[in-house]
């Protein structure tokens, strides 16, 4: 190794010093669809005998039948309490009404620069999970779309339904490219402007957002979607392989800040990172909007039962 | 302010380049690598409480770069070796005199006594203060000087690492008074004296050597002495059988514990005597060997402890004699016939004697030696030595005086002429003799009261000897006497001295017979090593201080013709020197020579040189560190 070499490899940023980054060829291979298979067959094993297989949005206060109660959790809208069953039972549980309709799922994947950062793990989870849950969604007969967001909708695949269109989406998902900057207030305006058919939004984001992801949220609530958000969670952002003085910049905005990076720093980084991912939990949860983060080194189909545990995808 | 140590040009050229490589080394660590990061407004967040920090680190930073130049600075400086002027006139001024006899070579100190006398001075060298001044010089049978006095310790290092033991002992009262006269008029004078102790008085043909206010200091080497020597081993032929020798050796102990030893003669590489010996303490043991034959040149006494084990100095451990050399002396005798004088010759089976009649000579051939019986013919060339005996006529390079009827003897006799060696003439009874007379050069070895009888000279390079009385008129050949004055002068001119010295003693200066025609001789030491000696009067003149065989040779001016190489022995045979007990204490003109003074006063020079590469290695490791992200 010559003296060059050595002071290269001496300086140069860690992230580069790792291996081949994998590539999105397998990403949904047999065993992935064998996966989804199973998926499909567990969620309608465990909710069958509530919804018989079909999906159906809820309306709190506007239905007709009532379908189940809930225990009440924080934030919800008292008028919906059962003070009977509250009396009986001395629980304070939410009454559940159901309105049957079409429902719409909408995908809508966070393609920002970010979301590819590292090895790109990020983008490949996201892409795993909307094809696991748009399977699932596909074999509950609903209607799918999906979209690709970064400040503007960069991609779309129209809505359809049926099982047999899984591969359309799993080409589309294989053509979803990182790239660009993250808005998701803009791109959700143009989102809720070209969808009239309101249902559920599933949001698969990193959720950083220099504008704050709280505005891309609340478009979706204000215009009557119901946002779900999966936010995808690489942990070791939380954990740069970082010391001494460096010069840091946002890989999409190009935002430059020099730092002396030093365990201290370290330790402090890692729990503003932390704070900011419960900062998205809470602020999700206050609003009811359901809230689901993923992990990139858990499995997807253990993510998915987790989703299915978790409620407000299957109901 | 004087720089004594790197010069300021040079300093200022080192400033330059090593100041340019730590700035370069700063700028370095100053670049700051780029990473990405995905989300900036975390870093942000963290970032606003180390704003106020910033100012400090700047300064921080550029703090360390300011005193890494300064160190810099403070380091040449340092290379520089500073002095002021006053400084520079003070000091000590010292002569070391480090011993380099032979009983500085006995290994019972690791690995000897020489060795440890160098890390002695070594250590000496490296503890000078910047003012002092030192001298090396190793005494044995000379003092030689090995550097300047200089403060410069890398050479006053290579001063040390010269000094190497001989086999002579060491002239101390020559070595202190050059010590003392280097030291005339300095400031400061002191002189260490490095040894075991083993030393001759100091003192020498021009009395005791008077130190004056010269400060006296003794380093002792050495622990204890368990030493046998050989300090006497000589060799002679027999005169009448040259075939057979004799040989005398003295074997010493010089410790305070018995020892056996083996005592082995070897004689042209073979051994010829075996012996075993007990020596009490301090013990000298004569042994003769007589009537020896077997070697025909070399000779080799050797002893080894019985139990095994080496004594703690093998360089007297082996002794060395050279036998003369023999052969055959041609000699013309000049008679009418002489039963005395053929009966005589007989006798040394190593003559070839030609018997010729006055009126045929000069017989054919030759020889070394002409004998003319009662007569004087002219000489004729190839003569060689001439022995008159009686001469009469007027042919003769002497005068020959008149004739004296009474009854005469040999008064006076020249005791130390080797034509007389193992003779008793002094009752011999002559009846009629002829007084001779040589010139001024010529010199008389026996006479009576009436005028010299013996004469010996030297006429145009040839020798003669003269004898004013025919034998056969006087109780002369009737003696033993006789037949060995006749060997004795025909040895004379053949120079086959009867009383050769088989082997020099080392640390004396030596005269060795070497072809008289040549200005300069080259000897072959016993470590093979060559050096050219002069020659002086026929004499090869040389300060041996090594033990074993040494070879001479004189260059023929004729290219192509064989050169006259000649061999012989020298041994340290000194009962002295081979008494290595290390004395603790050393007198010199009735004053103890005391310890030696602190020499650690100034800072080793050398620590510079160590600190400057320290923090060079130590600024590259920061560097590298850094970079490697280990030190923040």
């Given amino acids: ?315 | 302010m004087h720089f004594t140590g790197v010069p300021l040009q040079t300093l200022i050229q080192i400033g330059a380049l090593a100041g340019a490589a730590i700035v370069v080394f700063y700028i370095l660590k100053l670049r700051r690598r780029p990473v990405a990061v995905p989300f900036s407004k975390i870093w942000q967040k963290i970032l606003r409480d180390k704003e106020a920090t910033s100012l400090f680190s700047q300064l921080k930073r550029l703090l360390s770069l300011l005193l890494q130049l300064a160190l810099l600075a403070l380091l040449l400086l340092a290379l520089g070796d500073p002095r002021t002027a006053a400084n520079l006139i003070e000091g000590r001024n010292i002569v070391v005199l480090i011993d380099g006899s032979a009983s500085m070579k006995a290994t019972d100190v690791g690995p000897s006594r020489i060795e440890s006398a160098r890390e002695r001075v070594r250590a000496m060298v490296r503890g000078l203060s910047g003012s002092d001044r030192m001298l090396i010089a190793q005494m044995d049978a000379a003092v030689t000087p090995l550097s300047t006095l200089t403060g410069e310790i890398s050479e006053l290092e290579a001063g040390v690492a010269a000094v190497k033991a001989s086999d002579a002992s060491a002239d101390f009262a020559r070595s202190l008074r050059f010590a003392a006269d280097t030291l005339r008029g300095l400031p400061s004078p002191e002189i260490i004296v490095v040894s075991d102790g083993a030393l001759s008085e100091a003192a020498d043909a021009a009395g005791p050597v008077h130190l004056g206010e010269i400060k006296l200091s003794y380093v002792p080497v050495g622990m204890r002495a368990k030493n046998a020597a050989i300090t006497g081993f000589s060799v002679r032929r027999y005169p009448l059988d040259k075939s057979r020798y004799e040989v005398m050796l003295e074997v010493t102990n010089t410790s305070d514990e018995a020892m056996d030893v083996e005592l082995s003669l070897i004689g042209d590489g073979q051994l010829t005597d075996l012996s075993r010996l007990r020596l009490n303490p301090h013990e000298k043991l004569p042994r003769f060997y007589p009537n020896l034959s077997g070697a025909s040149k070399t000779l080799e006494a050797k002893i080894a402890l019985g139990d095994g084990t080496r004594d703690d100095l093998p360089a007297d451990d082996r002794a060395y004699a050279l036998l003369p050399e023999r052969r055959r002396a041609r000699v013309q005798v000049v008679t009418t016939g002489n039963m005395f004088l053929e009966a005589a010759l007989l006798l040394d089976e190593y003559l070839d004697v030609t018997t010729v009649d006055p009126a045929k000579y000069p017989a054919k051939g030759a020889y070394d030696v002409t004998i003319f019986d009662g007569v004087t013919p002219s000489v004729a060339a190839g003569s060689g030595s001439l022995l008159y005996l009686n001469p009469t006529g007027t042919n003769v390079p002497f005068e020959v005086g008149a004739l004296i009827d009474d009854e005469v003897g040999f008064d006076e006799l020249d005791a130390k002429s080797p034509l007389l060696r193992y003779t008793a003439l002094s009752d011999v009874n002559i009846a009629r003799a002829h007084l001779l007379k040589g010139e001024k050069d010529d010199k008389i070895v026996a006479r009576s009261f009436k005028g010299p009888l013996l004469i010996q000279g030297r006429r145009a390079g040839v020798k003669f000897v003269a004898l004013g009385f025919d034998v056969r008129e006087s109780d002369f050949p009737l003696r033993i006497a006789w037949p060995l004055f006749l060997l004795n002068t025909i040895n004379e001119f053949v120079e086959e001295d009867v009383g050769y010295i088989s082997s020099f003693r080392t640390g004396t200066v030596w005269s060795i017979p070497a072809s008289s025609a040549s200005e300069s001789a080259t000897l072959e030491l016993p470590d093979g090593s060559k050096r050219s000696v002069p020659i002086k009067d026929g004499r090869a003149v040389f300060l041996g201080q090594e033990a074993g065989f040494y070879k001479i040779s004189t260059g023929t001016p004729q290219p192509g013709a064989a050169e006259d190489v000649t061999m012989f022995a020298a041994n340290l045979a000194d009962p002295e020197e081979s008494a290595i007990a290390p004395h603790p204490k050393l007198e010199v003109d009735g004053r103890a020579a005391g310890d030696v003074g602190e020499l650690k006063i100034g800072v080793r020079r050398e620590m510079w040189v160590y600190l400057l590469l320290a923090v060079l290695l130590v600024t590259m490791l920061e560097w590298l560190t850094f970079h490697r992200r280990v030190t923040v």
């Fill in chain 1, 1 to 315: 190794m010559g003296v060059l070499d050595f002071f290269k490899k001496a300086t140069s940023p860690l992230s580069r010093r790792l291996g081949p980054s994998r590539t999105d060829d397998d990403l949904f291979d047999d065993e992935f669809q064998r996966k989804l298979d199973y998926l499909a067959m567990v969620s309608r094993r465990v909710f069958t005998g509530a919804m018989r297989a079909e999906r159906r949005t809820k309306k709190t206060g506007s239905g007709v039948e009532f379908a189940d109660h809930r225990d009440y959790a924080p934030g919800d809208d008292f008028r919906y309490l059962d003070w009977h069953a509250y009396q009986r039972f001395d629980r304070l549980l939410i009454r559940l009404y159901e309105e049957e309709e079409d429902l719409s799922i909408y995908f809508i994947v966070d393609s920002s620069s970010s979301m590819a950062f590292g090895d790109g793990e990020k983008l490949r989870q996201a892409k795993r999970l909307t094809a696991a849950l748009a399977y699932v969604g596909l074999a509950n007969l609903d209607r799918i779309a999906i979209v690709t967001a970064t400040d503007e909708i960069s991609g779309r695949m129209q809505s359809t339904r049926g099982k047999a269109r899984i591969f359309r989406i799993f080409r589309f998902l294989k053509d979803v490219k990182a790239e660009g900057h993250t808005d998701l207030g803009e791109a959700m305006k143009t989102f809720v402007a070209q969808h009239k058919r309101r249902g559920l939004a599933v949001l698969l984001t990193d959720l950083y957002d220099p504008a704050g992801f709280e505005r891309g949220i609340n478009v979706l609530r204000y215009n009557k979607f119901e946002p779900f958000v999966i936010h995808v969670v690489d942990p070791t952002e939380g954990r740069p392989d970082l010391k001494g003085d460096v010069r840091i910049y946002d890989c999409e905005t190009g935002e430059e800040r020099e730092v002396t990076v030093t365990a201290k720093v370290l330790e402090r980084y890692g729990a503003a990172f932390e704070e900011y991912l419960e900062e998205a939990k809470r602020f999700c949860t206050a609003r009811q909007v359901s809230y689901f983060r993923a992990d990139v080194n858990v499995p997807f189909d253990e993510l998915i039962l987790r989703v299915f545990r978790r409620g407000g995808f299957l109901r």
